[in-house]
């Protein structure tokens, strides 16, 4: 007791002596400390600091099923009776049940704003460092290419949100911010796009992984389809195929992390198994079915998360034949004991590794059959079926050993693309913008109730008895828009909430 009296004595007796020491002597900056006013100096600095920034994408992504497909029609649950402690959280992203309070939506939005901090603080401290002119033209077109990926989900999520393109230099000044209209949103990501389309190399010699023009450019298509300006998005992504991108014959050969950034690939987040640094993968963690017990994660007692468990209904939706569904997913597994369990899960992302929880499997975000299917949409809603439309789509068919299509109608092509959007880039995190992409309101909220109500009469994993709740995948309009979170709008009081929450 005697010594910590002092030691506070001398810690008060320290700070009464600093606070008459001269005000220079305080406004130092601890030279062990890495802080923006004395980095992004040198070019080492400048490739350490966009490497960060893509470092920040790998928990974001880890996590982005929720909000893609989780929320959709292709995957659910595997409830945990014993467990409702992701009632609140997961399950309020599952049923729709989700409000400004719903922490999971909260993660989104922070995490988001996270990795913008980093990006902003990057691009202004970029002209006045002294890296080389080439690495800071690619430097800039890297991150605004992340800068605008990130707004495009935003938007996406949200509507309208607030823009911030330079970095915040008080507390004070967050307050003044507003959220912008989805045009400004969009115009701000279109801009970011067409500057790293014209920043950005075609490819990398030693530094694969990184974002290409391939990237920009498919990204830029995308933005284009989604706001209905089909002339764009075939400009755009027209540009891909000419980039070299090719798909690979074997479709098990594009998720095999032994087959990384391969020829199919525009844009991969990068993880890296087999190793204790910190920058794996463990996405068969959460997938796997629980109680699984090392039968499908092969390690002894392993089981898995149960969480974005394919549905009924995706199950439902392959054609007889498609060489994708036992790549992409199982109905079931056969467990220790020699007895089929009936529980599917995702098995694109299950491949053997030496390290419990450490998987090296990256997540596919752009490639070339996304690209392909994008140009079959664009081309039929500007001039309807075109060959060059049925050559897209039959590109992606016939690699998943299924007969090429001919002779549909605008809108029979329409669904056709939409189906095979669904299974070829099954669980890869883009259903529900393809489903917001294509249905009005009315069509949405009608697609997704009825969806709802085939899964609660038939539940894709057993509930044990549990009834569902009266509010669960009940799908109402305003819910095509997730809530600002609560805590922001506390923050910040200039923040208006979505209509319905």
Same mark, same amino acid.
């Given at each position: 007791?005697? *010594?910590?009296?002092?030691?506070?004595?001398?810690?008060?007796?320290?700070?009464?002596?600093?606070?008459?020491? +001269?005000?220079?002597?305080?406004?130092?900056?601890?030279?062990?400390?890495?802080? /923006?006013?004395?980095?992004?100096?040198?070019?080492?600095?400048?490739?350490?600091?966009?490497?960060?920034?893509?470092?920040?994408?790998?928990?974001?992504?880890?996590?982005?099923?929720?909000?893609?497909?989780? *929320?959709?029609?292709?995957?659910?649950?595997?409830?945990?009776?014993?467990?409702?402690?992701?009632?609140?959280?997961?399950?309020?992203?599952?049923?729709?049940?989700?409000?400004?309070?719903?922490?999971?939506?909260?993660?989104?939005?922070?995490?988001?704003?996270?990795?913008?901090?980093?990006?902003?603080?990057?691009?202004?401290?970029?002209?006045?460092?002294?890296?080389?002119?080439?690495?800071?033209?690619?430097?800039?077109?890297?991150?605004?290419?992340?800068?605008?990926?990130?707004?495009?989900?935003?938007?996406?999520?949200?509507?309208?949100?607030?823009?911030?393109?330079?970095?915040?230099?008080?507390?004070?000044?967050?307050?003044?911010?507003?959220?912008?209209?989805?045009?400004?949103?969009?115009?701000?990501?279109?801009?970011?796009?067409?500057?790293?389309?014209?920043?950005?190399?075609?490819?990398?010699?030693?530094?694969?992984?990184?974002?290409?023009?391939?990237?920009?450019?498919?990204?830029?298509?995308?933005?284009?389809?989604?706001?209905?300006?089909?002339?764009?998005?075939?400009?755009?992504?027209?540009?891909?195929?000419?980039?070299?991108?090719?798909?690979?014959?074997?479709?098990?050969?594009?998720?095999?992390?032994?087959?990384?950034?391969?020829?199919?690939?525009?844009?991969?987040?990068?993880?890296? $198994?087999?190793?204790?640094?910190?920058?794996?993968?463990?996405?068969?963690?959460?997938?796997?079915?629980?109680?699984?017990?090392? /039968?499908?994660?092969?390690?002894?007692?392993?089981?898995? $998360?149960?969480?974005?468990?394919?549905?009924?209904?995706?199950? /439902?939706?392959?054609?007889?034949? %498609?060489?994708?569904?036992?790549?992409?997913?199982?109905?079931?597994?056969?467990?220790?004991?020699? %007895?089929?369990?009936?529980?599917?899960?995702?098995?694109?992302?299950?491949?053997?590794?030496?390290?419990?929880?450490?998987?090296? +499997?990256?997540?596919?975000?752009?490639?070339?059959?996304?690209?392909?299917?994008?140009?079959?949409?664009?081309?039929?809603?500007?001039?309807?079926?075109?060959?060059?439309?049925?050559?897209?789509?039959?590109?992606?068919?016939?690699?998943?050993?299924?007969?090429?299509?001919? $002779?549909? $109608?605008?809108?029979?092509?329409?669904?056709?693309?939409?189906?095979?959007?669904?299974?070829?880039?099954?669980?890869?995190?883009?259903?529900?913008?393809?489903?917001?992409?294509?249905?009005?309101?009315?069509?949405?909220?009608?697609?997704?109730?009825?969806?709802?109500?085939?899964?609660?009469?038939?539940?894709?994993?057993?509930?044990?008895?549990?009834?569902?709740?009266?509010?669960?995948? *009940?799908?109402?309009?305003?819910?095509?828009?997730?809530?600002?979170?609560?805590?922001?709008?506390?923050?910040?009081? %200039?923040?208006?909430?979505?209509?319905?929450?």
């Amino acid at each position: 007791m005697k *010594i910590n009296t002092q030691i506070k004595l001398f810690c008060l007796g320290s700070l009464l002596a600093f606070s008459a020491c +001269d005000e220079e002597f305080l406004n130092k900056t601890d030279p062990t400390v890495l802080v /923006a006013d004395n980095f992004y100096q040198t070019e080492t600095q400048v490739i350490q600091a966009v490497n960060g920034v893509y470092g920040q994408l790998r928990p974001l992504h880890l996590n982005q099923w929720q909000y893609t497909e989780f *929320i959709s029609d292709n995957t659910t649950l595997h409830f945990n009776p014993g467990n409702r402690g992701q009632g609140p959280a997961l399950e309020a992203l599952e049923f729709w049940q989700y409000n400004p309070a719903t922490p999971n939506i909260t993660n989104l939005y922070n995490s988001t704003y996270g990795v913008m901090v980093n990006v902003n603080t990057a691009l202004q401290k970029l002209p006045e460092s002294n890296a080389s002119d080439a690495i800071k033209t690619r430097s800039e077109g890297e991150l605004k290419f992340i800068r605008a990926y990130l707004y495009f989900h935003l938007v996406q999520h949200f509507g309208d949100v607030i823009v911030i393109t330079e970095p915040v230099s008080s507390p004070a000044e967050a307050f003044e911010y507003e959220r912008q209209p989805v045009e400004t949103v969009y115009q701000q990501i279109l801009s970011d796009l067409n500057d790293a389309v014209n920043a950005l190399p075609e490819s990398y010699e030693d530094e694969v992984g990184r974002v290409t023009k391939g990237a920009a450019l498919s990204l830029l298509g995308k933005v284009h389809l989604t706001r209905k300006e089909y002339g764009p998005a075939i400009q755009a992504l027209n540009q891909v195929t000419s980039l070299g991108y090719d798909l690979l014959t074997d479709y098990a050969a594009v998720f095999d992390p032994q087959n990384k950034n391969h020829q199919e690939s525009i844009w991969d987040i990068q993880y890296q $198994g087999e190793n204790q640094f910190g920058v794996n993968s463990n996405f068969i963690y959460t997938f796997a079915p629980r109680e699984s017990f090392g /039968a499908v994660i092969d390690f002894p007692g392993q089981e898995g $998360g149960g969480w974005n468990t394919p549905s009924n209904d995706i199950i /439902a939706a392959y054609e007889e034949g %498609d060489l994708r569904k036992e790549v992409s997913l199982k109905e079931g597994y056969t467990n220790l004991e020699g %007895d089929y369990v009936g529980v599917p899960f995702i098995n694109k992302f299950n491949h053997p590794h030496s390290i419990r929880g450490v998987t090296n +499997d990256n997540w596919p975000v752009i490639r070339y059959a996304d690209v392909l299917l994008m140009l079959a949409e664009a081309i039929n809603e500007t001039d309807g079926p075109t060959g060059t439309a049925f050559g897209y789509l039959n590109d992606v068919r016939e690699r998943a050993g299924l007969d090429p299509l001919s $002779g549909l $109608g605008q809108d029979a092509f329409r669904q056709a693309v939409m189906q095979e959007r669904r299974i070829e880039l099954a669980f890869e995190n883009h259903r529900w913008f393809d489903l917001k992409r294509t249905m009005d309101t009315q069509q949405l909220v009608s697609f997704l109730n009825d969806y709802g109500l085939r899964e609660r009469a038939d539940p894709t994993t057993s509930r044990e008895g549990i009834p569902f709740s009266n509010g669960d995948f *009940i799908f109402e309009a305003h819910e095509i828009l997730f809530p600002i979170p609560q805590d922001q709008i506390r923050i910040n009081s %200039d923040l208006v909430q979505n209509p319905g929450y």
